[in-house]
Every structure is written in C-alpha cells, then in structure tokens.
C-alpha cells in the first residue's frame, strides 16, 4: 500500500506542472504549443489565467525557438477568447484552421482579415466580436456550430465559397439573440444566390447579393 501511495504521489508530482504550463514557448509576446511531432505551432493562451493578449497582435508564419522552426498552422481554441483589449490582429497565410473559441467577446477587436488559406472556422470562433464585416476565404470547407453568433454590429458578409452544399456548415452560425437580420447582407459570388437560400444562409441575412 505505501509503495503503491508513492508512486500516485510521484505521479502527481509529474502531472502539476504539465497542467499549469499551457504553452511551450513564447516568442515576441505570442504563445505557442507544437503538436506531438513537432512538425507546426500553434497559437494558444498564457495558461491557467487565459490569455492577456491587448492591443495590434502579429501571428508570424513561422516561429523559430532552439534553433527549430515551425510553420505557425493554427490559432488553438480560447487562445484569445475575452481579451477585452486587443484591437487587431493580422494572421499570417499559413494558418489553415481557427479552433473553438478562439476569439470569442473580443469585444474591441473591430475588424479581421481571415487568411486565403483557411478551410476551418471552429465552434464559437468569433461569437460576441464587435467587427462589422468579415469575409470568409473560398476554401472554407467547414464552419462550425455559433461561429458568429451574437455579432450584433456585423452587417455585411463576404462569403466567397462558390458552393455553399460542399460547405459543411453548423447549427446558428450567424444567429442573433434578438433575431432582427433585417440590416445584413450576405454577399456572394456571381450566380450563387440560389445555392445560398437552397442551403439556408438567408435565415440570418435581411438581403443575399451577388459580389
């Protein structure tokens, strides 16, 4: 028994730090974790706090610590989800996939510019963010549940996805507390009104125009 107790105690020993560290390095006031093999980085929080990201925040495309580089591919979940005070943030080409959370009630960030190559926007990615426009790449192949829920002062989305039915689209993406829609538009590629409507996004825009 008491040989037993020792181990789950050295166990436990092992465990806390793991827990309380949530990144594995920082570099220029940016957090990051890797995967298992190490093969990219990915932007995170600071911790057991969250994170406390304020102001303009660059993601670089690759970040080098101990001499290895890592491609930047990813923002992980509620890796700047409430930080009340950032105000932009440019992600670079690199970042195919924004996780769960990632943003949610950045009530000050007032405008993003989504990379060309992301084909990801996670759970409740932006719900609460304050910007008025958002253009979502033509290679977003899934959009997950609440993504831009409750984004009471957006009024136009970009939506470049050519076909919205080979979109994998969630529950609420861009619903609203209040349901009033009446002063959205959603702009689409030429010819693409009717695919828009047949696949449901006109529940949550007043108007669908074409681009």
């Not at 006031?29 to 994170?51: K, N, P, R, S």
């Not at 990379?115 to 997950?144: H, N, Q, S």
Request: aromatic share 12%.
């Amino acid at each position: 028994m008491k040989h037993l107790i020792k181990k789950s105690l050295l166990l436990l020993a092992f465990c806390l730090p793991l827990a309380a560290a949530a990144y594995d390095f920082e570099v220029g006031g940016v957090y990051y974790i890797t995967d298992l093999w190490d093969d990219f980085a990915m932007v995170c929080d600071q911790g057991e706090d969250g994170a406390h990201y304020s102001g303009n925040v660059t993601i670089p495309a690759s970040v080098t610590i101990s001499d290895t580089t890592y491609p930047v591919t990813k923002i992980n979940a509620y890796a700047f989800s409430n930080c009340t005070e950032l105000t932009g943030v440019t992600i670079p080409e690199s970042v195919t996939e924004i996780r769960d959370h990632s943003f949610e009630n950045c009530t000050a960030l007032s405008a993003i510019e989504l990379p060309a190559g992301l084909t990801e926007i996670g759970t409740a990615a932006f719900e609460g963010c304050v910007f008025t426009r958002i253009d979502i790449p033509a290679g977003v192949t899934t959009i997950k549940m609440w993504a831009f829920q409750n984004c009471t002062n957006l009024t136009d989305v970009y939506c470049h996805i050519v076909d919205p039915s080979q979109a994998e689209i969630g529950f609420n993406v861009f619903a609203l507390e209040n349901e009033n829609y009446a002063g959205r538009t959603l702009h689409v590629p030429a010819g693409a009104i009717a695919a828009y409507k047949e696949a449901g996004w006109g529940d949550f825009f007043g108007k669908i125009v074409e681009m």
